[in-house]
């Protein structure tokens, strides 16, 4: 059973359109962190959220922390080629612990 | 500032065989993080060594096996390789925190 669930698995959009992901969990999650990961590459840290309720934006990028600490969403406003990749949430679960528990991931293609 | 570093890139062994990866962590970081990622899935939580200590492990068997060493860099040992070893193994270094740092990982096949 997967501690963290991503979706969509997979999506395609054209440049210029709007998208969002989500990750959903039944625990609680003292922090929690989105990855790019591009191919044969490590994941790239975007951003961490370790208040309920939190937003950040990162440029075209706005992350979100649910009120309970238990899921996340990412959308993404005018999308790029450039954004096109893996994109991975991982959580820690509790606290005192440094042991990040990774999705499945979205695997995202930005359509010129 | 050099970021985290893994090598070797590429490696391939045959079944039965042990494997040593190596990572020096982000300069400043104290802690290293193993984590391996199998084709299409979230990379999965080895285990994490600080002060020279494994302080955490994930569900993989004893065959998987760690050392860190007093200037913070790592090695991650396989032994009596088995097919299903076969994936991207990522090291990510941290200084007391959640945020961790991914090196570029590297691609062990067992053929």
């Known amino acids: 059973t997967q501690l963290l669930e991503q979706s969509p698995q997979f999506l395609s959009i054209q440049e210029g359109e709007n998208l969002t992901v989500y990750c959903n969990s039944s625990?609680?999650?003292?922090?929690l962190q989105w990855y790019r990961q591009e191919p044969g590459e490590g994941p790239v840290l975007l951003v961490t959220?370790?208040?309920?309720?939190e937003v950040k934006k990162l440029k075209r990028l706005t992350f979100q922390f649910g009120d309970a600490r238990k899921d996340s969403s990412l959308h993404i406003t005018a999308a790029q080629p450039g954004d096109t990749g893996l994109y991975l949430c991982?959580?820690?679960?509790?606290?005192?612990?440094?042991?990040?528990?990774f999705g499945t991931g979205t695997r995202l293609t930005i359509i010129p | 500032d050099a970021g985290v570093t893994q090598s070797p890139t590429h490696l391939i062994k045959t079944r039965g065989q042990q494997v040593t990866l190596r990572c020096s962590p982000k300069s400043g970081h104290d802690t290293v993080s193993w984590y391996q990622q199998a084709l299409g899935q979230g990379p999965q939580f080895i285990f994490q060594y600080y002060e020279e200590e494994e302080r955490q492990r994930g569900n993989f068997p004893d065959r998987f096996s760690g050392h860190q060493f007093p200037n913070y860099s790592s090695e991650l040992n396989v032994n009596a390789l088995l097919l299903g070893d076969s994936a991207l193994y990522l090291c990510?270094?941290?200084?007391?925190?959640?945020?961790?740092?991914f090196g570029p990982g590297t691609r062990l096949t067992v053929l």
């Open positions: 625990s609680v999650f003292s922090s």
């Open positions: 990510a270094s941290s200084l007391m925190g959640p945020e961790q740092f």
């Open positions: 991982a959580g820690i679960v509790g606290f005192g612990n440094e042991k990040l528990t």
């Open positions: 959220v370790v208040t309920g309720g």
